[in-house]
């Protein structure tokens, strides 16, 4: 006769690090809503309704919800960057590559990728 | 377990960290400067028609579209079920988030091509 | 110095409940000793599980204001209000601090975590280079004591997930060189490692410096490669 809790609706308040691991699941609303804008930007841009397009982007409540996913977006980014080595053990001749240099070129990546893209679209 | 599901899972976690990645690596960067920095004026519209007149770059998009939104919907299929608890409609929310991830594909490819 | 203790009578409570215990303030005390100044001074009848005292039996984990810890290894002078000491989450409870470990055992068993050989006997020992040996010797320092099962939110919110432990227990075999199994079919099941979501609180768990997170993921991208690209489903 033993006794299992019930289900616990809150357990994602319980403990810090499983608050910051909901925040960084919920990052992929804003990853999809980003892809959404995008494919928003280039309907308008094959429709040769590209004003119309800008206009609307310039609103405060497109705006806001842009920086909210701004902010998301490079949380995925950080979050996404560093647990990457744990999937990627590389072994080169017997050492361990440790992982801060993994997560290194990762986020020169990241810098290289955000610089061609600054370049391409200016 | 269902075989299905077995077969299908690798595939899905592939295309999540791939679009991982590629989220990571480039949506900060166009948020920024098409959701933020060009509709407050900091920075000149891009000559959009020029760029997408190049086939690399239009498939590159698709790219990006296609392996953003599974990881998307990989993520808000697995944290739906952990929040709410929804974990015995597994079947119908996945194909619900990998169903909308592939018509956001369909849809790009057939406004660019 | 208060302890909150959960208590739990099968057949007496219906639910747990707390009691309040007074115990010395002592510097040197870890959670183990206060727990058996109770039983010793105070109340017989409160009932938890230890043994070794220095960390390396695994009996005596318990929640501990909410975080999953070795009694014995978390001492009153880290604390400075009252200490709230639950069962471990995620398994039943047998009675007061002494949860249900069957489910977790069934799980380890799942993983044939032992060394699987073909052929014959060899005549001396299986040698191993130091390199060899480092590839699987954090996985092997794991003793078992769950704290990793009761921090997952995934596992507690579904026991049919197979759990951090047992499956760096299978990369412990699987990444030993004398090891000839294939524990693919258990691992890359849904309730294996496609059921991990990345918590990483295991990891942050573990009081032996295992890191089960990374065990889960390293497989993950084992299982899909082994999917995806023809010739692997056996390993060589």
Known sequence: ?122 | MSPLRRRAEPYLWLLFGGGGVVSAMTLPALVLILGVLVPLGVLAEPDLTALLSNVLVRLALVALVLLALFHAAHRIRFTTEELLGLARWDRLIALTCYGLALAGTAVTVWILF | MILRVSRYRPGVDAEPVFQEYEVPDRADWAILDALNHVKDAVDGTLSFRWSCRMGICGSCGMNVNGEPKLTCGTFLTDYTGPVTVEPLRGFPVIRDLVVDIDPFLANLSKVSPWLIREGEEPDSEYAQTPEQLEAYKQYSMCINCMLCYSACPVYVLDPDFLGPAAIALAQRYNLDSRDMGDRFDVLSAEEGVWGCTFVGECTSACPKHVDPAEAIQRYKLTAALRSVLPFTRRRP
């Open chain 1, 1 to 122: 006769m033993t006794y299992s809790p019930p289900r616990d609706r809150l357990w994602f308040l319980r403990r810090r690090a499983y608050l910051v691991f909901v925040l960084r699941e919920l990052t992929s609303l804003f990853v999809a809503w980003s892809v959404v804008y995008l494919i928003l930007l280039l309907d308008a841009a094959a429709g040769g309704a590209l004003p119309a397009f800008w206009a609307w982007a310039a609103g405060p409540w497109v705006l806001a919800v842009n920086v909210l996913a701004l902010g998301a977006t490079v949380f995925h980014s950080v979050t996404f960057l560093n647990l990457a080595p744990k999937a990627t053990v590389i072994r080169l001749d017997g050492w361990r590559v440790p992982g801060f240099m993994i997560s290194g070129g990762n986020y020169s990546a990241w810098l290289a990728v955000s610089v061609l893209i600054l370049w391409v679209l200016s």
